[in-house]
């Protein structure tokens, strides 16, 4: 079935310094590629996303890739504030099938 | 703004209970799902539904049943719960891409 794999799982940077979250899919057709950032005790929020047409997309200091051809996309985070701690999850979409499956997120720990 | 409420943010049940989780949204929505969050393992999709008394199962839908009757509504159902179902359950709705999540229910089996 389809999968969403995302590394690391953990993950701690110097405040100021990048940091960057990798996720791969296995389904081909998926054409939507979303991330959410879940702060402690809240609920997972969209951040940014991509579709399949486009190889990035910026937002300020947050960033998307994705190369459709590896089937693996990433999350840029530059210029890191301790607000940016929390766990980041990846997903992807089959649009036709409706169906939104997560990687497994990454804790992201920002050092002051 | 988009609403998604679960109709409990704390339950407590024994095993062998028939437990409920509903899940209601307010931008009628196509699209409803129910994902389970562990530490470690992230989010897992449970049940989805793209229309009323249409449902899918997702990756672990194992001692889990579901029901859409209406278009706002999407209940989760654990027929004979067992504390292995601890856990955070969360909902979801989306129409086109973006998801939107209620709150959780954290939900502990003893």
């Known amino acids: 079935g389809e999968n969403v794999e995302q590394h690391p799982s953990t993950l701690s940077v110097q405040e100021g310094d990048s940091a960057v979250i990798k996720c791969t899919y296995s389904?081909?057709?998926?054409?939507?590629f979303p991330w959410y950032k879940q702060e402690l005790g809240k609920r997972p929020q969209l951040i940014i996303d991509?579709?399949?047409?486009?190889g990035e997309k910026k937002d300020q200091r947050i960033a998307v890739t994705l190369n459709k051809t590896a089937k693996h996309f990433s999350l840029h985070i530059t210029e890191t504030q301790p607000e940016d701690s929390a766990v980041y999850f990846c997903?992807?979409?089959?649009?036709?099938?409706?169906?939104?499956?997560f990687g497994s997120g990454t804790r992201l720990s920002i050092r002051p | 703004d988009v609403k998604v409420t679960q109709s409990s943010r704390y339950l407590v049940k024994r095993t062998g209970e028939k437990v409920f989780l509903e899940c209601v949204q307010d931008?009628?929505?196509?699209?409803m799902f129910w994902y389970r969050q562990d530490p470690g393992l992230g989010l897992r999709l449970i049940y989805f539904?793209?229309?009323?008394?249409?449902?899918e199962k997702g990756d672990i839908p194992e001692g889990y049943s579901v029901s859409r009757e209406k278009k706002e509504r999407f209940s989760l159902i654990l027929e004979s719960a067992s504390t292995n179902q601890t856990s955070m359950y969360l909902c979801?709705?989306?129409?086109?891409?973006?998801?939107?999540f209620g709150q959780g229910t954290r939900l502990t089996v003893v």
């Open positions: 979801a709705s989306s129409l086109v891409a973006e998801a939107f």
């Open positions: 389904d081909s057709a998926s054409n939507y």
């Open positions: 991509i579709r399949s047409n486009v």
């Open positions: 997903a992807a979409e089959h649009s036709s099938a409706s169906k939104i499956i």
């Open positions: 931008m009628d929505h196509e699209n």
């Open positions: 539904s793209y229309d009323v008394k249409m449902k």
